[in-house]
């Protein structure tokens, strides 16, 4: 079976520091992986999706960025974050189906 | 721009009785939708999908309606149960393998 994995799963961050989020996904090959945010109050909303290694696809132009560096590796990245980062961060992995299957999450706090 | 759009942020529903969440969208290219069920501080988990080339799926308690003239889609649970309180989101895409588009979620409570 599929598990998907994140961590931490709670972050407090001041601003200006840097972020490294990571994600790993096993029992799958050359899965689709995504990375979405929920902020306070607001649905899901895409940042990055991936296809395959070093591939990334940005839906929202941010302070954040991702890699893939190995097939089932994903990283959501910042060099300086803001208070807006604050918020739940999810990974997701899919295949060829449109169903997206989710990781724990992670709480991050930007004080 | 939100595409998806479930326009009741809350739902209380007494234990035994049907729960329905709705949700809208406005790209008539989304050919396959979905529902995620989230508990806080936990990813969404996967619930019912349908495909646009059908108007109803059903699995145990849990059936979606799809109104594509409306562009319109529906959850129902019945009978709903204490556990099924969380927040349920919408979610639509139009090609397979790549973004889901979700809407905000509604909160359901169910109350014994």
């Known amino acids: 079976s599929q598990t998907i994995h994140q961590w931490p799963a709670t972050l407090v961050q001041p601003v200006g520091s840097p972020l490294s989020l990571e994600c790993t996904v096993e029992?799958?090959?050359?899965?689709?992986l995504y990375w979405y945010r929920q902020a306070a109050g607001r649905g899901l909303q895409l940042l990055f999706y991936?296809?395959?290694?070093?591939?990334i696809s940005s839906e929202v132009p941010q302070n954040l960025s991702a890699s893939r560096p190995q097939d089932r590796q994903f990283i959501l990245s910042s060099k300086k974050l803001l208070l807006s980062d604050s918020g739940f961060y999810l990974c997701?992995?899919?295949?060829?189906?449109?169903?997206?299957?989710f990781g724990p999450g992670t709480r991050l706090t930007v004080t | 721009d939100q595409q998806v759009k479930q326009n009741s942020p809350s739902l209380s529903v007494q234990e035994g009785r049907i729960s329905i969440l709705n949700c809208d969208y406005t790209?008539?290219?989304?050919?396959?939708f979905l529902w995620y069920k989230k508990y806080p501080a936990e990813g969404p988990t996967f619930l019912i999908s349908?495909?646009?080339?059908?108007d109803k799926n059903e699995d145990g308690r849990f059936t979606v309606f799809l109104n594509k003239s409306a562009k319109h889609l529906s959850l129902h649970i019945v009978p709903s149960q204490p556990g099924d309180s969380a927040v349920y989101f919408c979610?639509?895409?139009?090609?397979?393998?790549?973004?889901?588009?979700f809407g905000k979620g509604t909160s359901l409570l169910v109350t014994p």
């Open positions: 997701a992995h899919g295949s060829i189906s449109y169903e997206q299957y």
């Open positions: 991936s296809v395959g290694i070093g591939q």
């Open positions: 349908i495909s646009s080339i059908k």
């Open positions: 029992g799958t090959s050359n899965p689709n």
């Open positions: 790209n008539s290219m989304f050919d396959y």
């Open positions: 979610a639509a895409s139009g090609n397979s393998g790549y973004a889901l588009n």
